[in-house]
């Protein structure tokens, strides 16, 4: 539960609430929503990686994307 899984610069962010798949880009509204099940994927410069999400909340606020998993 302590890990950090990316840590860095994004071009994006996508994932999967309950009304379904989205993406966050760069100055994206500030919001909270809670993850379903999915493959979060996190979009940057060195390629993308992947995090396979069981439950999670993810907020966004002043550009910046925060996901607190529960694994």
Do not use: W
Not at 21 to 31: E, R, T, V
Not at 51 to 57: G, M
Request: aromatic letters at 10%; proline letters at 6%; glycine letters at 6%.
């Amino acid at each position: 539960p302590f890990q950090v899984y990316f840590e860095g610069e994004a071009t994006s962010v996508s994932g999967e609430n309950a009304t379904g798949p989205f993406d966050i880009l760069p100055k994206h509204y500030n919001f909270l929503c809670m993850l379903v099940p999915c493959m979060l994927t996190v979009r940057s410069l060195a390629g993308d990686k992947q995090i396979k999400i069981h439950r999670a909340l993810m907020q966004v606020k002043a550009d910046r994307v925060v996901v607190f998993m529960d694994v």
